[in-house]
């Protein structure tokens, strides 16, 4: 009876002190989560010298490069991308393109040539901007032509390409989004 007694002790001590740790265990990881969440707050800064371009985006984002991509493709995306197959069916991405334009073409006549192939996507407003001291102009559109799923397409162009900066209206993240945008540079 003394030796079940002397384990029961032991086993009590024994989780009291396993408890004990993991509560402590626990805290610092809550801890650290709250030290992350305003490491979240940092940029970090990507370059692409190839096609010319570079933008700051949050450090707890991810980007995706296309290497193979002829037009410099690039999808910075928050954690919360949901995808069916290839496409994202829901969540925060920004997707950054440098195409390589005419030497004749302005982004007046470019965008008017894209305005021609794609007769099936509603433009629901459209407004000239200044982008870090380039002119721009900034579209909100039907996503895949409907016009109840906004997104938002900039573009502006450079003496050899036009950029198209892309994502969806998402009120969620708009303080995210509007710095990645107005953190994007032609170099």
Known sequence: MKKVL????????????????TNAAFQASEESKSADNSAT????EYSNPEFGYKFQYPSDWSIYVSQASPVGHVKISSSNLNFKGDKVT???????????????????????ELDQKNTDIPILSEEAIDLNGLSAVKRV????GDANVPSFDIYLESENRIYEIAGPQ????????????????IQ
């Open 6 to 21: 002397l384990i029961a002790a032991f086993l009590i001590v024994g989780l009291t002190a396993s408890a004990i740790l």
């Open 41 to 44: 707050n940092s940029l970090k």
């Open 90 to 112: 829901s969540g925060t991405f920004v997707e950054v393109y440098a195409m390589a334009k005419q030497d004749s073409a302005t982004l007046d006549s470019w965008l008017s």
């Open 141 to 144: 559109v039907g996503t895949l």
């Open 170 to 185: 998402d009120i969620a993240v708009q303080n995210e989004l509007e710095g990645i945008i107005n953190s994007f540079q």
